[in-house]
């Protein structure tokens, strides 16, 4: 499975806890096994994100609320534009990853799971952090 497809079934794990507002371990590998996701690199990448993501929760979702416009707040993100930023601000501040290359897949998340806003919505929130935390610099 190539990892934009292992970086959606993240995606829609993290969607699921925020529908379902906390998520216990049994619940995530009950996920696992219901996608048939058993490739070490997947499931590590999952649990990595999921666990990142729990662990910096105040930090990531500190993050997107302080990138919002005026009179902006949490609760008027949809689940899954919430869903998309929380797994793109984990893979950019905690794992590092290619600035470009997170930034576009979330926006194609964004394209496929969204409402017709959230490509710029997603787009904007993201270079926003990206330039705040100075992560343009890798190049």
């Not at 997107?64 to 893979?91: D, Q």
């Not at 897949?105 to 799971?113: D, F, G, T």
């Amino acid at each position: 499975m190539k990892r934009t497809e292992t970086r959606e079934l993240a995606f829609r794990l993290i969607y699921s806890s925020e529908v379902q507002k906390e998520m216990e371990q049994e619940q995530v590998e009950l996920y696992l096994q219901e996608n048939e996701i058993k490739q070490k690199a997947e499931v590590e990448y999952i649990n990595q994100v999921y666990g990142g993501i729990k662990e910096h929760k105040g930090e990531i979702e500190g993050l997107i609320a302080s990138n919002l416009k005026e009179k902006w707040t949490m609760e008027r993100i949809s689940k899954i534009n919430r869903a998309i930023l929380k797994l793109a601000i984990f893979e950019l501040v905690y794992a590092k990853l290619p600035y470009k290359v997170v930034i576009n897949e979330a926006v194609e998340l964004a394209k496929k799971y969204g409402d017709d806003s959230s490509k710029a919505f997603v787009n904007g929130i993201l270079a926003s952090i990206v330039k705040e935390k100075n992560l343009n610099q890798e190049e």
